[in-house]
DNA sequence: GCTTGTCTTGCGGGAACCCGCAGATCTTAG
DNA sequence: CTAAGATCTGCGGGTTCCCGCAAGACAAGC
């Protein structure tokens, strides 16, 4: 049994390594890597089957180094370990693992405790196992307090990304019309018109949902970057012109 | 001789505590905090002279935290350890630092040796030490790669926060054009122009801006809720409304 | 069937944005 | 003082955005 750590700060490095070897004294080996680009190699080429992954790394963050891993390698155990329960992240995560797969996700903040649970829980037993913390934002379809459809939330990523809207309509094959009425139903839900009820002053509608949207952390720069790798594939692979 | 340390993540604060209790023999006591709010009341309380202080905190930020920490006693020794060398966060700190301060900024994934030849640098020689990767940046008016003046810095902000052109005209107290006249210039420095060049394919200037802002750590979450709660201040202090 | 509700699409217009052009102001160098 | 250069400002227009109104499509329920 050998598990890959991936995980750009040493400090976290040399503390997740402790944290497996005590909660997993069957583990033979612990490989190390410094960022996500050097992870989907290690884990290439050591074959392991058990990873624990930080997300927000630089050179490649850690979804994008789950997914690729996870291409190759389906039945891979993921246990993700990160900083914040950023909107971005969690749905991040729930959109790219594949169908039976098992992974965790548990913050940095938790205690030696849980996390040497979690290890067990997820390696072994294969059980996914999420922090309460983050549990919250999985489920959507709450109380419109921060539930965004995933069709809002298509849009909104669009948004972000400085796409007008009928480029946006062009992508997701919508009218015009449709793509500006989900826009209003967004900033129904971001609250954006309360805000400028308040006074005289005017905000750029559009500009003002992603800069919510930001201190939500409904958005970040990770998941901005994410979906433009994207939009410059479908860029280019193909041309949108025309109905 | 005392120091406090700031910083939320634990792992962190043991291994600043070690390295401060290394490097500093001649200090009595190291206090701790597990924020920036409650840093600033712990600085207020003990009356530390010496502080090491995180940015990127939950409660309140390193550099509202350093603000106010300095407007009661300005002199203060404040070094700054910090993740990533985004141009954000150096931009707010050099814009806090009150005059003849002393402070250093160094990465988190520089060695022991150069965290502890800060330490003493600053706190007890009184020197200012930047860590040369955040240098960089803080020279500001390069080849027009990402050098972006103080002026276009603002009006980049104002636009992230989703403010109109005529709002943004009369916080700064010019004219409409100019505004439009300040965005366009920044377009430029941003490359939006070449973007929509390649494809018929039309871009929203003003959100894209944003975008390559963000993806360039131009712009982050933090900046924007700082420059939001500003923005707030004016907006109740004073109502705004032109003649 | 009829109604109710949600979602999509079109039309039209007022407002905001993007920008070329030209005159006015201010700085800097010779 | 003058000339050159950068910045600010107004005007006019083409485009996009924002949104109220209304008609069609589809599903669920009495």
Redesign the pocket.
């Known amino acids: 049994m050998r598990v890959l750590i991936v995980e750009d700060d040493a400090l976290h490095r040399s503390y997740l390594n402790e944290a497996v070897r005590s909660a997993l004294p069957e583990c033979d080996d612990v490989m190390e890597s410094e960022d996500g680009r050097l992870g989907e190699i290690e884990a290439r080429k050591s074959r392991a089957e058990f990873v624990v992954m930080d997300l927000q790394m630089r050179e490649r963050n850690g979804i994008e180094a789950a997914r690729t891993i996870w291409r190759e390698r389906p039945d891979t155990k993921i246990l993700f370990w990160s900083n914040y329960s950023d909107e971005a992240y969690v749905r991040g995560v729930s959109r790219i693992v594949p169908e039976g797969a098992t992974y965790g996700y548990v913050l940095k903040s938790t205690s030696e405790e849980r996390l040497k649970l979690a290890l067990r829980s997820v390696f072994l037993e294969s059980q996914c196992v999420i922090d309460r913390e983050v549990r919250g934002i999985q489920q959507k379809g709450m109380g419109s307090a921060h539930g965004l459809t995933d069709g809002e939330y298509e849009i909104l990523v669009d948004v972000a990304l400085g796409l ?3 480029t946006i309509a062009n992508r997701k094959k ?5 793509v ?5 139903q967004l ?1 129904e839900k971001l609250d954006i ?1 309360k805000e400028t009820g308040d006074d005289e002053s ?1 905000y ?3 500009t003002r949902a992603v800069a919510v949207a930001l201190m939500r952390r409904l958005l970040n720069a990770s998941a901005v970057e994410r979906a433009e790798r994207e939009l410059q594939n479908d860029w280019t692979s193909q041309e949108f012109q025309g109905p």
Chains 1, 2 share one sequence.
């Open positions: 007008t809207d009928k919508l009218s015009l019309r449709t500006q009425n989900r826009l209003q900033y018109y005017r750029n509608l559009r």
